[in-house]
């Protein structure tokens, strides 16, 4: 009754696209305009904390070693302090802008997880080369959160900030359990089931 | 006087509705990329071929979720979002 891994990546995907889209509106319409309604500045800070929600069964089910336990954890543990973060300087409980570290934070420690806990090398398979790629994303673009903390009114930096949720999005759509990639696939990553 | 304002309102006028065009365009536009995204790869819509599929695989198919993403977003942010940037740029 479980849902294929590659499944799961494409619902985390879902979400990634829509967080992109709620915070590329909020950069072009300016942070005014997006808090004129109380709902919705809580918005994506609250979607980043659900997701962090859900990475703990993702973590409980999808255990196939030590290492995608440690890294499934410390996702779910990231997600859940920058979301919750945000949601508590949006809501004014917290006044420091350097809470806002919370965010590159979790970009680091995603991209670290990601690059730990894939064993195979980058032609293995699609998953693999996915999870290396995804890995050195999330650590280049932990740099434009950083930015975001001192510059936090930068059109730049919002914008760019939301496109790598998009770029993110893409990548997980296209993982899949076994597939070639550039048509290179290890005879002992599988068969592919579809 | 008048010119003051004949030459400032076009400006104003252009820069608002540019805001509110990339707002109300950014939906669509995800609906019709996980459109021809399901158009070059069809065989990722299990609906196309739902005889003996799982729950799963009849539930996450990626162009459809693209498309859901793209019908959430334009319906419950965008829709309210343009309502305030009119109201604000009034």
Redo the contacts between chains.
């Keep these: ?1 479980e ?2 891994a590659e ?1 799961v990546h ?2 985390f ?2 979400c990634l ?2 967080l992109g ?2 915070l ?2 909020e950069a ?2 300016g942070p ?3 808090a ?2 109380a709902w ?1 500045p809580y ?1 994506w800070p609250g979607l980043a904390f659900t997701m962090g929600i859900f990475m703990w069964p993702v973590m409980a089910f999808y255990t196939n070693s030590a290492i995608h336990m440690y890294a499934h954890g410390s996702w779910a543990q990231v997600l859940m302090l920058a979301g919750g973060a945000e949601l508590g300087l949006v809501h004014g409980r917290l006044q420091s802008r350097w809470w806002r570290l919370t965010m590159p934070l979790a970009f680091a420690v995603t991209g670290i997880a990601f690059l730990v806990h894939e064993q195979n090398t980058w032609y293995f398979a699609r998953s693999a080369f996915l999870h290396h790629v995804l890995g050195w994303t999330f650590l280049g673009a932990a740099l434009i959160p950083l930015g975001l903390v001192f510059k936090p009114r930068a059109i730049a930096l919002q914008s760019s900030f939301a496109v790598t949720f998009f770029v993110l999005a893409a990548m997980l ?1 296209c993982d899949r359990d076994i597939a070639p990639i550039f048509g290179h696939l290890s005879p002992l990553a599988g068969i592919p089931h579809r | 006087m008048s010119s003051t304002y004949v030459r400032s309102l076009p400006a104003a006028r252009t820069r608002r509705s540019r805001r509110a065009q990339v707002i109300s365009l950014l939906g669509p536009a995800t609906i019709a990329a996980g459109f021809l995204w399901a158009l070059l790869q069809p065989y990722r819509l299990t609906l196309l071929h739902p005889m003996h599929q799982g729950f799963w695989w009849l539930v996450t198919e990626p162009p459809l979720l693209v498309m859901v993403a793209g019908v959430i977003f334009a319906l419950v942010v965008a829709r309210p979002l343009l309502v305030d940037l009119a109201e604000t740029e009034q």
């Design positions: 009754m849902p294929h499944m494409w619902m995907a879902t696209l829509l889209l709620f590329l509106a072009v319409v005014e305009v997006w004129r309604r919705r918005l759509y």
